[in-house]
């Protein structure tokens, strides 16, 4: 059985920031529940949430260096590279060294791996099903322009200052 980590009732927080009120935390804390449901479901296939996230991206845009996937789905290049390694042991992608640069590797989906996505998307349908259920679709419209509003205002301040490193 999955261990779930429930969030501990709202406690006296000396007046600044309850973790019930804060977005940030709110919001990682919802990402770590989605993943363990979503774990569960990719299991079957031996695949990783790590490895997810980068066919996710994969699945749009092929040929992408591997920086430019780390920075997509915002992991260090060594958790990427080590993603990446165990997909191209399972045969899920390629690595094709770059004709401009030779230290980069551009990655590129094997057939095996395109075929993939018609059978896990529907996993990513599921935990967006469960996570909306009993939530009427113009909050959940709502919900989501708010939390690409958070997302666009965060990204900024990333882009914004030279000092925040990804």
């Known amino acids: ?17 309850p973790s019930s009120e804060s977005v940030g935390f709110l919001i990682r804390d919802t990402m770590m529940h989605l993943q363990i449901v979503l774990r569960s479901r990719l299991q079957d296939h031996n695949l990783s949430t790590a490895q997810w996230y980068l066919l996710r991206v994969l699945w749009e845009e092929e040929g992408l ?19 990446l390694s165990r997909m191209e042991k399972q045969g899920i992608v390629k690595r094709v060294r770059s004709k401009t640069d030779r230290r980069a590797n551009h990655i590129y989906l ?12 529907p996993y990513a349908m599921d ?9 009427p679709k113009k909050d959940i419209k709502a919900f989501t322009k708010v939390i690409q509003k958070i997302r666009a205002n965060v990204i900024e301040e990333i882009n914004s ?6």
Do not use: H
Not at 110 to 121: C, D, F, W
Not at 127 to 135: C, G, M, T, W, Y
Not at 161 to 166: A, L, P, V, Y
């Open 127 to 135: 935990v967006n099903v469960l996570a909306s259920k009993n939530i």
């Open 110 to 121: 094997t057939k095996k791996g395109r075929k993939l996505e018609p059978k896990l998307i």
């Open 65 to 83: 260096s591997q920086r430019e996937l780390s920075e997509r789905v915002c992991t260090t290049e060594p958790t990427t590279q080590s993603a």
């Open 161 to 166: 200052t030279g000092k925040i490193q990804r």
């Open 1 to 17: 059985m999955i261990g779930l980590f429930i969030m501990p009732p709202k406690k006296k927080n000396n007046g600044s920031l």
